[in-house]
């Protein structure tokens, strides 16, 4: 499996963006899947998780309410809906795959040992 986040950019604060996890390959659906990102000088840190058929989904404290995580199977993508985007939800993003795994084992991990990992695309927020 091969993933490709897309969707990044510069956004002003209050505003939203869409992020695009794509993945090829046809047992997409079979994994549980993960946003991650990671500021400058700061560690690695979980933002949102969903289960491989959509229907259980996980986020963390700082995004929950602002965040909503969702997956076309057919279309092997996975989506990161921002608003309210805020100057501290600058960060590199990166979404994360794995087979075996639950959403609350994806959050708790930290994204420690995920099976395949995307490139990241960046999102900035100015104030």
């Known amino acids: 499996v091969q993933l490709q986040a897309s969707g990044g950019g510069l956004v002003q604060a209050g505003g939203s963006l869409r992020l695009s996890c794509t993945a090829s390959g046809r047992t997409f659906s079979m994994y549980t899947v993960g946003w991650f990102r990671q500021a400058p000088g700061k560690e690695r840190e979980f933002v949102a998780a969903?289960?491989?058929?959509?229907?259980?989904?996980y986020y963390a404290d700082s995004v929950k309410g602002r965040f909503t995580i969702s997956r076309d199977n057919a279309k092997t993508t996975v989506y990161l809906q921002m608003n309210s985007l805020k100057p501290e939800d600058t960060a590199v993003y990166y979404c994360?795959?794995?087979?075996?795994?639950?959403?609350?084992?994806?959050?708790?991990?930290?994204?420690?040992?995920?099976?395949?990992w995307g490139k990241g695309t960046q999102v900035t927020v100015s104030s």
């Open positions: 994360a795959a794995d087979r075996s795994r639950s959403t609350t084992l994806v959050a708790s991990s930290g994204g420690y040992g995920m099976d395949y």
């Open positions: 969903i289960s491989r058929s959509g229907g259980t989904t």
